[in-house]
């Protein structure tokens, strides 16, 4: 039996205490929560935006909100992402939330393990009459680890997430629920990449955007092939995605920052000077040092595709951008510094 795809909705947490104020982080946090910063009154403001947002988000595509609609809105095991699941599941009237390992994948989890970035098991008065569906979180350490090491590995959890709601429904006679998953930026990254490759397949235009707090972003998920698409609220997938016309009269980018704002198009690739060799690797994700994209060694001088806007990583390591490099190189695709993009036609003393 073919199953249809599954709306997938991923929501990053609120504005968190540590990239908000440093100097009070610093003076709340302990050993236990060093990699697992809490939301600040801002972030819990945000996160309750979100979820009436992505309410009638939902009621564009002809879905209601309450028990019938949705039952549980799962969420990474961090004190960020549960306090902010507990405001959009507040506002979707969701039954409870449930932790799940998968959704861990920020950079310190990436970098360190989920086991040793799970965040404190949430009181009763942070759920606000809420069910907590299940502690410790859900899912297999090990096998999200893996995943967690290479690309597309949270494509595959995403996947399994969608597949468990359509044998749910084609078990219950019922239609397919949306999955709401509260999670990190990583995770919306690596979905809108596999959404832009669908849709460069398809010929349709899909360009990702930049994550701010508490965005929120809509795939369709094909439960048995694991193909990720855009999701359009309100309209039919893939047909309501056609191309749009960019207009014969529009103006090229003439400087780095309109091309880096656009996210997309031609440039060089060159690593300043005294800040390596003459070959680079790429990053898998964005922040997480030493998880390289295997066989890709860039030279100083190659044109390569721009693929995104900038992107700011977690940590120090700053704005990234992913590239795709020319066939010749086997369009091999990852993440890059920012200052390792120019012009092209850019020259180097």
């Known amino acids: 039996m073919i199953m249809p795809t599954v709306l997938v909705v991923l929501v990053r947490h609120g504005e968190r205490l540590d990239e908000a104020d440093p100097e009070e982080w610093r003076r709340v946090r302990t050993e236990q929560t060093r990699s697992d910063p809490p939301l600040t009154a801002t972030g819990i403001a945000q996160s309750r935006a979100a979820g009436a947002k992505l309410t009638e988000l939902l009621r564009s595509d002809g879905l209601g909100v309450g028990d019938s609609t949705l039952g549980t809105v799962y969420c990474s095991p961090t004190q960020r992402t549960a306090d902010t699941a507990v405001q959009v599941a507040l506002e979707l009237r969701a039954a409870e939330i449930t932790p799940h390992h998968a959704l861990n994948c920020c950079a310190a989890a990436k970098r360190y393990g989920v086991e040793n970035v799970t965040g404190v098991q949430p009181k009763p008065e942070r759920l606000h009459g809420l069910r907590l569906a299940c502690w410790p979180p859900a899912g297999d350490i090990g096998v999200v680890n893996q995943r967690h090491r290479k690309q597309n590995g949270f494509v595959e959890s995403c996947t399994e997430f969608a597949g468990s709601a359509a044998s749910l429904a084609e078990a219950s006679g019922m239609p397919c629920l949306p999955v709401v998953l509260v999670t990190h930026r990583e995770a919306i990254w690596e979905l809108q990449d596999a959404a832009a490759h669908t849709a460069q397949t398809h010929g349709l235009r899909y360009q990702p955007g930049r994550q701010a707090y508490c965005s929120v972003e809509a795939f369709d998920i094909d439960p048995q092939t694991g193909v990720v698409f855009p999701h359009v609220w309100g309209a039919s997938v893939p047909e309501a995605n056609a191309a749009e016309g960019g207009g014969a009269a529009a103006r090229s980018p003439s400087t780095i920052n309109e091309v880096l704002a656009a996210g997309r198009g031609q440039v060089l690739f060159h690593r300043p000077s005294g800040d390596g060799g003459l070959y680079t690797k790429l990053w898998v994700t964005p922040g997480v040092r030493g998880v390289w994209v295997p066989g890709v060694d860039i030279p100083n001088g190659e044109i390569v595709e721009l693929l995104t806007t900038p992107q700011q990583s977690d940590g120090d390591e700053g704005e990234f951008v ?18 390792n993009i120019h012009l092209i036609g850019t020259t180097f003393a």
């Open 322 to 339: 992913r590239i795709r490099r020319p066939a010749a190189a086997a369009g091999q695709e990852g993440w890059t510094k920012v200052k």
